[in-house]
C-alpha cells in the first residue's frame, strides 16, 4: 500500500474508535479516582509516543502536559529520565513502569520493578497508572498504523477537540 491510500482507522471505523475514546474516559476517571495528577498522567503518556515513535501523540501530550505546568526542561529530559534529576520518585516509578508495559514482549513487568514501583505507587495508583498506559499504547498503535499525521502546531485545538469528541483523524 502506499502512503496514500492507507487506510484511516478511526475513519473507516469510528465504532471501534468512538468505543477506544470511551475506554480513555474510563480510564481517565479510574486515574483520577486513584489520585494519578495530570502532571503523572502526561509525562508517562509522551514517554510511551516518544518510545513507540508516534509524533501524533506526542504532540497531543506535549500540548496537555504544558497546559498542565509541565516545562520544556521537563519534557526534554524524558528520553534521559534515568540520568536527570528532575522528575520525583513518584513520576520514575511511572516512567518506569511505563517502559515495562511498552516493551511488554521483553519480559512484561519484571518482578523487581513491579517491587520497586509498588514500594513508590499505591494499588489504586498502580492500576490507574497501568491502565493509562495500556490506553496510550492502544492510541499509538491505531495513529501509528495509519500514519497519521502531525499538523502544524496552529491546528492543535482542533485535533485536540476531534480527540475529545472522538472523531479524531
Request: net charge negative; glycine share 8%; aromatic share 8%.
Amino acid at each position: 500500500m502506499t502512503e496514500a491510500a492507507r487506510v484511516h482507522l478511526s475513519k473507516s471505523a469510528p465504532e471501534a474508535y468512538k468505543t477506544l475514546a470511551a475506554f480513555s474516559k474510563s480510564v481517565g476517571r479510574i486515574a483520577d479516582e486513584a489520585g494519578i495528577d495530570a502532571r503523572l498522567r502526561e509525562l508517562v503518556q509522551i514517554h510511551v509516543s516518544q518510545a513507540n515513535g508516534c509524533a501524533y501523540c506526542v504532540r497531543v501530550h506535549v500540548e496537555r502536559a504544558t497546559k498542565a505546568g509541565v516545562t520544556a526542561d521537563d519534557i526534554a529530559q524524558l528520553p534521559v529520565w534515568r540520568e536527570s534529576g528532575v522528575f520525583s520518585d513518584r513520576e520514575r516509578a511511572g516512567l518506569e513502569l511505563a517502559e515495562c508495559f511498552t516493551f511488554i514482549h521483553e519480559g512484561g513487568v519484571p518482578d523487581d520493578v513491579y517491587d520497586r514501583v509498588g514500594g513508590i505507587l499505591s494499588e489504586a495508583e498502580y492500576v490507574g497508572l497501568s491502565w493509562i498506559l495500556v490506553a496510550i499504547n492502544a492510541f499509538n498503535r491505531v495513529a501509528i498504523a495509519g500514519r497519521y499525521s502531525v499538523p502544524p502546531r496552529d491546528d492543535l485545538v482542533g485535533e485536540d477537540r476531534d480527540a475529545a469528541s472522538g472523531a479524531a483523524w
